[in-house]
């Protein structure tokens, strides 16, 4: 992506804390919107939303078994998963 409000062209990064995980807050370059804190867990080798936790990842691996044709939905609390399930 090179355009748009995802785009990190368009946000300063204002704050970084690397200690349990990422700790970050962004700011918008053309409006000055400030994000709140954004939190991200370490699980996997990836940052992951901050409610998914090494010891959740490795419930869901032995618990949880997919099988050809599975689709999984993940989205943050609040933002849109049903939305993404109608979609899909």
């Not at 000055?32 to 010891?55: D, N, R, S, V, Y």
């Amino acid at each position: 992506r090179t355009k748009g409000e995802g785009s990190f062209r368009v946000w300063d990064i204002l704050e970084e804390d690397m200690k349990d995980g990422l700790s970050v807050r962004l700011r918008n370059k053309k409006t000055g919107h400030t994000t709140p804190e954004l939190k991200f867990a370490k699980a996997g080798g990836m940052h992951t939303p901050f409610f998914l936790t090494h010891q959740r990842l490795k419930w869901l691996e032995n618990n949880c078994k997919l099988r050809n044709g599975d689709i999984v939905i993940c989205t943050y609390p609040k933002c849109g998963t049903t939305w993404a399930e109608q979609i899909v």
